[in-house]
């Protein structure tokens, strides 16, 4: 049986953490998907079956929140966000909107990938990013 890779969506303005958490997803065997801005980020989340965001609180075009509320417009996903500052209006923002977690900006990728492998395996995965089989298959 062919196992698909969970899509995971990484928008963040930062290079350098973008393409960290973008190589650490992939370790882990999940399909990471790399954008900069907010709107690149709903195009790819419009173009590819993604399930899972990873978003900064502050793109450069649009906000985490704005992306995220974009996207969850038309494809169901799950958000995990990055926030350099958590005000307590942020935070109820981000929970408004649906956020799974926040999390500090750099985030450590234990926590991170923790939060994802809780998420895929919420989504029906085996928790290192692949469609687990059904029930009755071994």
Known sequence: ????????????????????????????????????????????????????????????????????ELITGFREVEGIFLARERTKETLVRLLDAGAFTVLDKPPRLDWLLQAVRRLDERLGNDGEGRRAPPANET
């Open 1 to 68: 049986m062919v196992r698909l890779a969970t899509s995971i969506l990484v928008a963040d303005q930062e290079r350098g953490t973008r393409s960290r958490l973008t190589r650490a997803l992939r370790r882990e065997g999940y399909a990471a998907l790399p954008a900069s801005t907010g709107a690149e980020a709903v195009e790819v989340a419009r173009n590819t079956a993604v399930r899972i965001t990873i978003l900064d609180v502050l793109l450069p075009d649009l906000s985490g929140i704005e992306t995220f």
